[in-house]
C-alpha cells in the first residue's frame, strides 16, 4: 500500500492527508476500475496538451501547425518548446521597477548603437 500525501492551501490555511491511490496501475485498476483511472488519465493529458497549445499560441504559431506538433506528442514526454525572446522581455518588462525599465531601455540603446 503506498500512501501519497497531498497538500492543499486556501488563504493562510494549510492541510495535508494522506491517500492509497494504489502502486502500480494494476493496483488503481483494482481500487478504482478501468473507467475511473483512463478518465483521470485522459483528463490530466488534456491539461497538459492544453498547456502546450497555449504555449505555441504565446509564440504566435498557427493552429494548423499546433496540429501537426501535436500529432507527435505523447503524455509525458515533453515537446520541444518554442521560445520569443522579445514576447518573454515584454512580459518581464511590465512586472519591472521604472527605474529597472529605464535601465533596460538604456541598455537596450547601447546594444543597438
Not at 497538459?48 to 504555449?55: E, P
Not at 509525458?76 to 527605474?99: N, Q
Request: avoid cysteine; aromatic fraction near 8%.
Amino acid at each position: 500500500m503506498a500512501l501519497t500525501e497531498i497538500t492543499a492551501k486556501k488563504n493562510e490555511n494549510t492541510a495535508t492527508v494522506t491517500y492509497d491511490f494504489g502502486d502500480n496501475l494494476e493496483d488503481a485498476r483494482e481500487k478504482f476500475g478501468d473507467e475511473v483511472v483512463f478518465s483521470h488519465f485522459v483528463s490530466k493529458a488534456k491539461i497538459t496538451a492544453q498547456a502546450a497549445i497555449r504555449r505555441y499560441l504565446e509564440s504566435g504559431v498557427d493552429e494548423d501547425t499546433i496540429q501537426e506538433k501535436m500529432q507527435d506528442w505523447q503524455p509525458g514526454v515533453s515537446l520541444e518548446r518554442t521560445v520569443d525572446p522579445v514576447a518573454a522581455v515584454m512580459r518581464k518588462f511590465s512586472s519591472m521597477t521604472a527605474d529597472d525599465q529605464a535601465a533596460l531601455i538604456e541598455s537596450l540603446k547601447s546594444q543597438a548603437a
